[in-house]
């Protein structure tokens, strides 16, 4: 699978793509400020997908300047800052006991799909809701691998994490990418421990931000979920 963000100032003109994405289906191009961004992927990305992807590693700001104030390689940079907040090496019992929303990779097959889900899952939602994205923790560990919510539940234990998101086998095959989604906290304070339910990547914003402050509960999630058991929004 192939997945590239490229970029290049609109004036100067498309330089010719690297041979090594040269053949690769292009998802989205667009304007943005002076320059013309584009996304090869193999995978199919809706344009709202590729603008919150775009709109996720690329500030609007910077996109806005002149040439002269923009460094040639700011894709290459946002590629790495990426990479960073991919969280590769990071171990989940490290985080355990903070104040966070962890998303933990789970299946190891293709690394180019989890850095699109997790770029679509961080990214800002759309229109009135642009404001708001989800604040994650990822792991990506290869000791996560094939990790069950029963092992995860035992790694957990007692400690103060409500709620956890994995990014398994499903999310990163299925067209819709649907993440996975655990209450995790303890039954004796209203939690269903170990319920699940699967939260499309434009959703996840929603489901994070209001479990981190409580201000909604797993519930309300998992119950408005289609009959497949994946939420896609409120009705």
């Known amino acids: 699978m192939s997945f590239t963000l490229r970029q290049w100032h609109t004036d100067t003109g498309e330089p010719e793509p690297e041979p090594t994405v040269r053949h690769t289906p292009i998802a989205h191009r667009a304007p943005l400020g002076p320059w013309t961004f584009e996304i090869r992927s193999d995978i199919p990305l809706s344009p709202i997908d590729c603008e919150r992807i775009i709109a996720s590693i690329v500030s609007p700001d910077g996109a806005g300047q002149d040439c002269g104030d923009i460094p040639a390689d700011a894709a290459v940079r946002a590629g790495a800052e990426l990479t ?17 929303s962890p998303f933990i990779r789970t299946d190891f097959g293709d690394d180019e799909a989890w850095r699109v889900v ?4 961080m990214a800002p939602g759309v229109g009135e809701d642009a404001a708001f994205v989800a604040t994650l923790t990822c792991i990506d ?13 035992d790694r957990i234990g007692d400690r103060p994490t409500y709620h956890v998101f994995l990014a398994d086998t499903v999310t990163l095959t299925d067209p819709e990418h649907p993440i996975l989604a655990v209450d995790t906290g303890p039954e004796e304070t209203g939690h269903e421990r170990g319920r699940t339910v699967r939260i499309l990547p434009s959703e996840m914003w929603g489901i994070e931000n209001n479990l981190s402050i409580a201000n909604m509960d797993f519930a309300d999630f998992a119950d408005a979920a289609d009959p497949d058991g994946v939420f896609r929004g409120f009705a």
């Open 84 to 100: 960073e907040a991919l969280g590769t090496g990071r171990r989940l019992d490290d985080y355990l006991e903070d104040d966070v």
């Open 118 to 121: 997790a770029a679509l899952a």
């Open 141 to 153: 560990n290869p000791e996560n691998d094939g990790l069950t919510i029963e092992a995860l539940l």
